[in-house]
Every structure is written in structure tokens, then in C-alpha cells.
């Protein structure tokens, strides 16, 4: 296939932050009508290379092409203007407005200063029929869910340009984690949209830290490390695991180290008992057992109540039916601090909203639950404090090793390993984590991975949540199923569970 | 990647959902609610003291009349906190208006043709740097508008240290005139405060910078990155303001015929609780001009029902508002929770 022109073309591109050169030189191109995917771990310069090509920052040296012009743009604006449009991870778009308002707003159609609201909403249903999806326009927007919204925000982007003619203004198209919140049937209809778009000759960049998605959409990658150039690949050129060693820039034994691991370790006695425990509209009443040293895995599908019923064990929410026992003893879960008393830590899947403090230093995160534990007349002693923060910092190795560091300009990862430090700190009995590895690189994913077994082998119970049945099933000693707000099964883990069981307990709803 | 988030059945698409729940997540409900209440409280009054020609249409239109300045400041404020923002100075500003229409027009002899246009152009000059301040220093509107709350208040004070009455013939005139309208008659300043509801209607539905209000109350950082211009929306819903507190200070001044000092001191909150009763949220992006009548007018007629009881103190109209505004607050607060779920 003789290669087209490239619509974008970036040569060389170098952008430095002070002390750290976060492109060194990086070229990319894009060529009409692909696909493409930037692959790279947590901080690879993936997110700088896309700010620098939609002008959030500008360059430090190198050239950016559009069709062949020399193009450099100094505001997200100018970049939409001359057909570069982005659709962030957060969906950056008014809710309390109507989905039409949202794909129009900065451009309604408008008669001497008056806005046609009829003919907006006309244009809006005919640009959102026209890309096949079903939306009512006049809807507000906060009544869709998060996967809607983004599919509008994509609608938005690509109907940005002439507005005769959606779609004809919009070259490229960046996509910087769309699938990270999305369930299945969502992605597939992200997908669909995207192929379509495609089909109509516009470029797309896609960032995502899922592979199996970049494997399923994309035609042809370009992986960064450290921000440097590795290499660009047609995807069907490059496999998973060759694709994988080139982002870490070594070879794989630590990951399958970590499959030989799983279930080694022995479970001790009984440590949590739940009996009857519920919440009306939250998870219907279940019985549950956590063994010491045991990890419980949850699998369901995303709104099945996996999320609920960890709230519940921690007292986020209070049951309205049923009891725990925990070590023995009868705990009235009315309140976290009764969780946390009894020895239980929860890390949240919104690591940002429900977890870390990010204007608060490494430090201070990290000793935050501690000292709410010893009460606030009781301050922690600075030897020990600083002890503590070093050897935990040590242990999950968090970077940058500074405990001044502001929590917010760590990485995802690094920002998990704070949350997991700060509960660990307090030598908790019985540890939950909802979704630990979401949204982080697949180096500090087995990192915290291989922590949840070391930590069962110490005598720790683990509550693991995770969206990836491979995780589940790597980590734990018993899956515990769930559909539709019910803890429908507990499997024993073993060599005969695989996804395809779990997949077949979650279809059925069958008990054991 | 096998991801447990395979759905086997029809994914729900969001919108569908049951009537109660849409009813509860309807943005128009705050208003209907005013409404009913307004609609009950007249009811009442009608029972109460039908006796005492509370039935009569001039009652109703009589709302009008003595809240018509009220009306055009909260209509103001509903720009201001549509937007996300607040405005404290909007009662200093009407108190400075009617000293500094009342000094030109008494002290210094200016016709009113000229007064009216001088004193709508300071205001909203006003309200232009408070929202220049805003939005360039990036500060929070609370304190910016507490320190021209403070600043109006002082120049009233510049310009004299006690009230000058108008005795002015143009002035007189305004102020008497009665529109009749068959059943019962309008003052010159109801008229004005209707037509400004109708303006400010016509602005926040069918003009783009009505729709970026709402744009930047529902989220501003959204709104920037969709490449709304941000600055220039929030500078100008505080020059609204301005403007509409200047002009609410001339219709107080026409309906007081003096200019004080003192006048209007607090009226900023009960801008702000009329614009609250009238259901818009004060975190910004959900409201309707029309709730912020309905608000003007059952804060009047508070005022009316306990006037027509005879042996209340006045003091009641307070502690009727925030009992109200507490009431209101907490239908805002579960509606909002309910829509997040």
C-alpha cells in the first residue's frame, strides 16, 4: 500500500519543563483516516506530546506540519480552528445544559443575535442520527451516563467545523483515555463511532492504557518511553508481549513470576463474618467470610454492587440490614471510624476525589489516616512520623522519593501507591481496594499486584475490586460473583476458573 | 482484554427512567414549586381577608408596585449567581444611586433626562471592574463585591452625611404617574422592572451569551476548554448587575422620592434570597429568570398578608423569608443529591 501524506507531521519535537525534558526529540505522524495509538507507561510524555500538539503548551523545538503547512497553535482554540480537536478523559462539557446545547454552544445557529433553538435541535439530531447513535438532543445532559457524555463530547469535537457540513472541519481527532471509565458495550459503541469517523477521513489518536482495546481498534502505534521515540509499528506487525517490553524497555519475567505466585500462600482463621449485611437500592442482603491472610476477589460487571458492598464493610455506607463480625467481635458499621477501629482500610476507586489530598504534601497524605486513628490530640511524634513516611516510601517505592513532593503532581501510580501507604500504615487487619490498578501504567500495576500477595502471605485479609477478570483471577483465593446488586456466587479459586467460567457465573446468575 | 464489564443484557440508555424520578430531576420544578407556593399564600390571603379587599386586582398589582426595584436587583443577581458568582454590593449600589441622582438633581440642577443615563453608565462601570477584578486577579467574587459593598457605601457618605429629599417637579411627576391597565394601574417603575424581566429573559434564552451564563455556571473549566470566552461572560454578568442595581436605585428613588445614605442597606440579600426562593441554584448553571418574579413576589407578599394582619410586627416579613430560605435550600440540596445518583 503506497502511504499517503501524512496530515499531521511532527519532526523532532522537544519540550522542557524546568529539570525535566519531557520530549526529547520525538517524531509522529498521522496519516488520514487511521487510527492510531500512543502508547507509553505514566509518564512517558504521552499527555505532553498531545498538549504540545493542541497547544496547551507550546513547543520547546522541533516542527508540527498540518496538511504539509507548518502549523504551530497557542491555544486549544487556535488548534480546534485549523481542525485538531480533543476529547479529554474527563468529559470537559456543561451537564446542566441540553446534549443539543452542548454540541452547539459557541456556534448556535443564530438570526439577527437570536438563537434558532428549533433548527439547533434539528442539527443536532441529524449530526448525532448521521453518526448513528441514538441520543435525545433535548435531553439535559447530566441525565445521560458518563459514556454518553462522551460520545457527545466526540459529536461536539467533530461537529466543530463548518456548520454545513459537520465533520468537514475536523482533521484530527485526539481521543486521551476515553475508555478508562467505560464498560464494555459502551466501548464497543466508542469504537463503532470511531471506525466511522475513520471511514470519513479523520485521523484519530488514541490513548489508552488497555491493550486488548488498542489491539482491537487501532492500526498503527507509536510507543514512547521516557520521552523519547521507541518506535512506530503496524499493530499487527508488533504482539503484545514484544509491544509491552518495548514500554518498559525490558523483558517480562516479573509479570509472569507473578502468575506462578498466585495462591501459595495459606489462609488462616475466620477474620470477617457478614451475615444477612444490605442496603435497600445498594446491594441486596449477602453472607460473607474473609479469612486471615485470605484475598477475596470481586468480580462484576460495573454497576453490580461490587462498589456498594465494599462501602458497606467500611461503614461509607450504613447497612439497613444484617451484621460483621470482625475478629470476633459484633461491629456496627454506622461510620468509617468504626471500620477503622476494627482494623479495616479502604482505598477508593476515585483515588482523587475520595482519597489523596492533592495540595497536601507525600507526607502529610501518607500519615493522614494514622493520625485520625490516634485523634487529634495526639500528635504523631516527628522521629517516628518521618521514620514511618521514609520506610513506607521504601517499600512501594514511590516516585519521586521526596515526602515534600505535592501529592498532586505525581503520576496515577505514585498516587495510588500514597493512598495504599497511608492505609498500610496503620496496620490494618483487613484491607479493601476498589479498582487499585485503574488508570495506572502496567509496570506500577504489577508492582501494587505483587504488594497484595506479599501482604496476604504476611497475614493480611485483601478485599480486591478490580474491572480486569485476569487481575481477579491472578490475585485471589476466592472470587466472589456479582449481578445485579446480589452476591449471586463464591468461587474457590483454582486452575479450573478462568474468565470464561466467571463470565458463564455473571450470564447465568446461578448460585453455586 | 476480558473485562468483567460485558453487559449481557440491553444497556439502559440513561435517559428513561421513571416518571417520579424525571419530575425530581426537572429543572423547572424549583419554579413550579414558588409558583404554587405564591399561588397558595394569595389563596390564603383571599380566605383570610376577603373582608378587607385583599381580592381587590390593585392588591396583586400593588406587588409590583412596591417591589419593582426588588425585582430589577435580583434580576441582576440571578445573572450573578446563574453564572456560579455573587454580588454583595448590589444594596450599596442602590443606596449610592439614589444619593448620587438625588445630589445632581437637587445640588446641581441637572435634568433627569441626563441624570438617568449618568447613573445607569456608573453603575454599571461598577459592576464592569468588580468583574474585571473577578475574573483578571482571579479572586473570589465574595470578597471582591464585599469590598465595592463597602466602597459604595463610603462614597454615599462622600457626596453628603444626611438624606436630600427630591422635591424636583420631573421627578414628582415620574413618580406619581399610574398606567392604568383596566382592572387596576401600574406605577412607571413596575413597568420598567417588567419590561427588564422580559429583557433579561430574552438574554438568557435566545442570545449565545445568555446560554454562556449557564455555560459557565454549570462548569466553568468545561466551558473554557470548549472554547467559550470566559473572561468577557463573567465581566459582563457583573456589568449586568451593576447596571440592574443602578436602575433598581433609580426605581427606588422615584418610589421613596429621596436619596439617603442609609437606603437600601442589605437589600443585596433579599436579592439574593428572592433569586434563591425562585429556584436557582447558588453553585450556578440551573435557574430561570421567571422563578426570580416568583421569588420578588412572595417575598412581597409576605410583606402584603402581614400588613393586612395589622397586629404583626414587621419583623415577621424576616423571619417568614428565612424560614423560607431555609425551606428552599433544602429542596435545592435533595434535588441536586438526587441528580448525581
Redesign the interface.
Known sequence: MAEPRPVLEMTGVVKEFPGVRALAGVDFRLFPGEIHALIGENGAGKSTLIKVLTGVYPLDGGTVALDGEPAEFTS??QA?QAGISTV?QE???????SVA?NIF??R?P?RA???Q?KRMRKEAAELVDRLGL?I?VA??L????LA?QQLVAIV?SVGTGDRDAPGSGTKVLVLDEPTSS??????LELFRLMRQLSRDGVAILFVSH????IYEICDRMTVLRNGALVGEHLVRDLDQVGLIELMIGKALDQLEELHEHQLHSGVGELLVKAEGLGRTGKIAPFDLDIKKGEVLGL????GSGRTELARLLFGADQPDSGTVTIGGKQVSMSAPNDAIGAGVAFCSENRKTEGLVPDLTVRENIILALQAARGWTRPLPVAQRDELVAKYIKALDIRPANPEARVGQLSGGNQQKVLLARWLITQPQLLILDEPTRGIDIGAKTEIQKLVVSLSEDGMSVLYIA????E?LRLSHTIGVLRDRKLVARLANGPEIT?GT??ET??SGAHQ | MTATDRKPEVVENGAASSRATRLLGDRRLPVLVTAALFLAMYGGGLRRYANYGFGEPQVFLNLFIDNGYLLVAAIGATFVIMSGGIDLSVGSMIGFTTMFTAWLVERQGLPLVLVVPLALGVGAFGGFLMGYVIHNFEIQPFIVTLAGLFLFRGLCLVISKESISIGDASVGTLAQTRVPLGVGELSIGALVALAVLGAAYYVLHYTRFGRRVYAVGGNEQSALLMGLPMGGTKIAVYTVSGFCSALAGLLFMLYIQSGDPLHAIGMELDAIAAVVIGGTLLTGGSGYVLGTLFGVLVLGLIKSLITFEGTLSSWWTKIATGVLLCAFILIQRTMTARRKT
Open positions: 486549544p482554540l480546534q479529554y468529559v470537559n462539557l456543561c451537564p446542566n445544559l446545547e454552544i459557541g448556535e443564530t443575535g437570536r438563537i433553538w441514538d435525545d435531553a439535559p447530566s441525565s445521560y451516563p454518553v461536539r467505560l464498560d464494555r458495550d459502551e466501548v488497555f491493550l486488548d482495546q468480580a462484576g460487571l460495573l474491572a480486569e477478570l485476569e481477579v474468565a466467571i463470565l455473571i450470564a
